[in-house]
């Protein structure tokens, strides 16, 4: 059990240095932007590290080894431990951040997002159990891959009218979101459901209960970035550091009034 904390602490700690390193150098290539635009793409490199790093562990792990698909319920490996390890150093880590500066008050959609995420895991760590479905439920990392990438574009860009390659990535998105994040989604709530009779049932009501979260949550977001990025009748907007974020801006409430304050004023002096 230790040495599974240990490598929580080594994710964590690690994940910590590089959002300082990131932020360092955003500074200094981009000395004119805010402190929150600098501290979002920062977080945004630290994320797209975990999603690509989750990404190859989970697509390995199911194209290597069948059984995950076949036994979701019994078989264990110790393999993929670590890739279940590094995403829960990844959300405490991610969780501690949100509290150093400040964000968890507007950030509940994470909080109950994350918290579901690491109390599922060390289920799965303690038991031995439900690695098949675990990897299968870790594809959607292949699509936040694309996300953050996305997110980090359009931080950079902010225009509606960008380059060729970023229509693809924000083509590649989209359809990512239901190949990866609905799909998956979908069908472990069918295999509990409807399939399996060996899973406790106070284990699946829970495991039922965090994939419907987690479904509201894909609902949610899909309809946030076909909403700004102009998907299903939707026009494209342009996007800042506030509004970049397809789940809303996590910045601490005192901060989004102030400067909506300011942006008042500025428009009644313009009035005037």
Same mark, same amino acid.
């Given at each position: ?7 929580? @602490? ?35 490199? #630290? ?54 500066? @400040? ?64 229509? #693809? ?63 299903? @009748? ?39």
């Amino acid at each position: 059990m230790m040495d599974k904390l240990l490598v929580c @602490g080594v994710v964590s700690a690690a994940l910590r240095g590089e959002y300082l390193l990131a932020r360092t150098i955003v500074r200094q290539k981009q000395p004119e932007w805010s402190d929150n635009k600098t501290r979002l793409f920062a977080v945004r490199v #630290v994320s797209f590290t975990h999603a690509l790093v989750s990404a190859l562990g989970c697509i390995f792990s199911l194209l290597t080894d069948i059984n995950y698909i076949r036994e979701p319920y019994d078989y264990h490996k110790a393999n993929a431990e670590y890739v279940f390890l590094f995403s829960m150093g990844y959300f405490i880590y991610d969780l501690l951040d949100m509290y150093i500066h @400040g964000e968890l008050e507007s950030s509940k959609e994470y909080l109950i997002h994350h918290s579901l995420v690491i109390t599922a895991f060390s289920i799965i760590l303690l038991s031995g159990r439900l690695f098949g479905l675990a990897m299968i439920a870790l594809l959607v990392e292949v699509q936040t891959v694309f996300l953050h990438l996305r997110t980090m574009v359009r931080l950079i860009y902010g225009s509606k009218h960008m380059p060729g390659f970023v229509d #693809v990535l924000i083509n590649a998105n989209m359809i990512c979101l239901f190949l990866f994040r609905h799909l998956p989604v979908c069908f472990l709530l069918f295999y509990l459901l409807v399939k399996d009779v060996k899973v406790p049932i106070l284990l699946k009501m829970f495991l039922v209960f965090g994939l419907s979260f987690l479904e509201y949550h894909n609902t949610h977001l899909t309809m946030a970035v076909a909403k700004s990025d102009g998907f299903f @009748g939707h026009e494209r907007q342009a996007l800042d550091e506030d509004s970049c974020d397809p789940l809303g801006s996590v910045k601490k409430e005192e901060e989004k009034t102030e400067k909506s304050e300011k942006s008042s004023v500025r428009t009644a002096k313009k009035i005037d």
